[in-house]
């Protein structure tokens, strides 16, 4: 085999290991995200601790929809007062504006980042496609607690008030790649 078709065979490796990286990254990032609640990424629990504390705190609901999604999402409710270790539910709804079935995807995460580790949700509607057929309304429920172990953490002293934020695109475009490869280059540390 001469140089050149080494060259050519090694570009080609390259490129197709670069493809398999991309479709790869995605998922194993909402893997590494969901594991250690890096960059506001919540957890994830079967139930909320036995434990309640007095501290409240105010959980902010946010929803937006891409562009390109016909979608009219957003929170039933605007904030939720929960105490720590209390479970809570909160509720989206989403209206397909279209005249044709849709699919959507919702990403999500929680600000300030620092509160990621210690928001745990117990059911959620994040990365499972959601279809709504023209003109129907779904409810989409969220059900969550702070983790009582922020009450150990001092750097969490000053956190009163969390949003959880939520966007749905359309399901398996090239836009929720585009986006979520978007949060990972603006999140980079």
Not at 127 to 147: M, N
Not at 159 to 181: C, G, H, K
Request: proline share 6%; with cysteine.
């Amino acid at each position: 085999m001469d140089r050149n078709h080494k060259t050519v065979l090694a570009v080609l490796a390259v490129v197709l290991g670069m493809i398999a990286l991309t479709y790869a990254s995605v998922p194993l990032y909402r893997l590494f995200c969901q594991v250690t609640g890096y960059d506001g990424t919540t957890q994830v629990s079967q139930q909320a601790p036995s434990k309640i504390f007095k501290r409240m705190i105010t959980v902010s609901l946010d929803a937006r929809t891409d562009t390109t999604l016909p979608w009219d999402f957003k929170p039933e409710q605007r904030a939720v007062k929960l105490k720590i270790g209390q479970q809570a539910i909160a509720s989206f709804s989403a209206i397909n504006q279209s005249a044709r079935p849709t699919v959507g995807t919702a990403l999500y995460n929680v600000t300030p980042e620092k509160a990621g580790p210690y928001f745990y949700k117990t059911q959620c509607f994040c990365f499972a496609e959601q279809v709504l057929a023209p003109g129907k309304t779904a409810h989409f429920p969220v059900v969550f607690y702070i983790d009582p172990k922020i009450m150990d953490d001092p750097d969490m002293d000053d956190v009163s008030d969390i949003t959880l934020s939520y966007t749905f695109f359309p399901a398996n475009s090239e836009r929720f790649d585009r986006a979520m490869q978007r949060y990972l280059k603006g999140n980079a540390k």
